[in-house]
């Protein structure tokens, strides 16, 4: 029997097949079958090796098994430890993602240095293992980053075994792996980054992780569809999965948690990339809202939630007439179908004839928001570069808009209200079925009128 085999692999989800197929059958995508070489006597070896602890494990019962909140691993980056629930658990695997430039290995590099300069007498090695860039260019960012500490270890390797040895030897409070695609294991026959050579490695580090109860951050690259590249399975072996996303061109870096064993996953962290490295943003709603207390059409302010902070955001729209064509929609931090079904109750329920009209639309600061409590705020930026009629600066837009112009209630209508009141804002638009709610606020912190249709609103913010 020849000692390797080929064997088809899809990349979107790991499945494999002894022969090529155009669409994978368990995951439905199409052309994403290639070639790989698997060896085939030591992949049994492995097989066997990785099925599990080698000194048994006896059966306990929910009481005997530790859960002490306390052992989480802060980092002292309160914005990096809210998205993870707290902190690190002692054996988590955490996988961080986002595109090329973005900030992952700045981010990980700078909580890779707070880590290890808290825990002293040489207890809080950290081991930055990078694939990616040699140690030397490491060190040209750590200096920019203005890092120095004596308990952070870089380690140009990418030699997974080579990397577990390292990992037993010095016992790290903390390892990244920078990134899991160039990571690669000797006995699999195919390339670094192809979807076998990825498993296997992440299967490994994690199988460390768990036994020896210390944490691995893996850095995963983002393919052109967003999604972390190599099979699906990754994301359910680790822990964690965190997104780090936001425009390139702009300042602010949103960290959110897609998938995460030991907290909640409405949680994100917000930074600020500076010429310095990441800085926190503690008062977003502040930062998001920079330079907006100017009289012009089109722009209204917001609030999103969250997880359990309120953010408010302004929605910028600019309409102008069509003068070749079709009509263009473009939306930047909304969904377009979104952005399409408002502009129809626009057209269909106001009689505003946008159909003839160019529509931009742009949540201001590169946040994504899919909460559909933004829906009045956007149809009433709209209206207001429509009608050329600015909606007052110290107002504030809240509600989800029903197909036939209905207002409907949002959630949480204290908390988004408080933040607005704190942020200086005298007037509140809310859904009429949030009325109530406020009502039993201890002391209603603005003017807030109550609207139960999108034409009370605009009536309202646009009067003619
Ligand atoms: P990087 O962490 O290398 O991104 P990733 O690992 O996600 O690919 O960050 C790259 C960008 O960040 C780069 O374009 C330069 C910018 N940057 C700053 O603006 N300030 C800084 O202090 C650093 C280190 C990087
Ligand atoms: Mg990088």
Known sequence: MPKTKTQYVCQNCGVNSPKWQGKCNSCGEWNTFVEELVDRGKSEERGRKLSG???????????????????????????FDRVLGGGIVPGETIMIGGDPGIGKSTLLLQVADKLSRIQKDGQGKCLYVTGEESAQQIKLRAERLGIRSNNLYIFAETDVLAILEQIEKT????????????????????????VSQVRESAARLTYLAKREKLPIVLIGHVTKEGNIAGPMTLEHMVDAVLYFEGDIQRHFRLLRAVKNRFGSTQEIGIFEMRGTG?????????????????????????????????????????????????????????????LALILAILEKRQGMSISSQDVFLNI??????????????????????????????????????????????????????????RLGFKQAIIPHGNLKAVSLLPDAPMEILGVKTLSEAIGILIPR
């Open 53 to 79: 602890p080698t000194e048994r494990t006896t059966p306990i019962t929910l009481n005997e098994i530790d859960s002490d909140e306390s052992q989480r691993l802060k980092t002292n980056i309160p914005e």
């Open 171 to 194: 016992k790290p409070v903390l390892t990244i792996i920078d990134s899991i695609q160039t990571m690669f294991l000797t006995d699999i026959a195919s390339a670094p980054g192809s």
């Open 278 to 338: 990441l800085e926190e943003v503690a008062d977003a709603s502040k930062a998001f809202l920079d330079n907006h207390f100017v009289h012009s059409s089109g722009s209204v302010i917001t609030t999103s939630l969250e997880g359990s902070r309120p953010l408010l955001l302004e929605v910028q729209s600019l309409v102008s007439a069509t003068n070749f064509g079709t009509p263009q929609r473009r939306s930047a931090g909304i969904d377009p179908n979104r």
């Open 364 to 421: 201001a600061g590169g946040i994504k928001v899919l909460e559909p409590s933004i829906d009045l705020s956007v149809a009433v930026a709209v209206a207001s570069s429509f009608r050329e009629v600015a909606v007052d600066p110290h107002t504030i837009v809240l509600g989800e808009l029903g197909l036939s112009g209905e207002v409907r209630a949002v959630t949480q209508i204290g908390q988004r209200l408080t933040e607005a009141a």
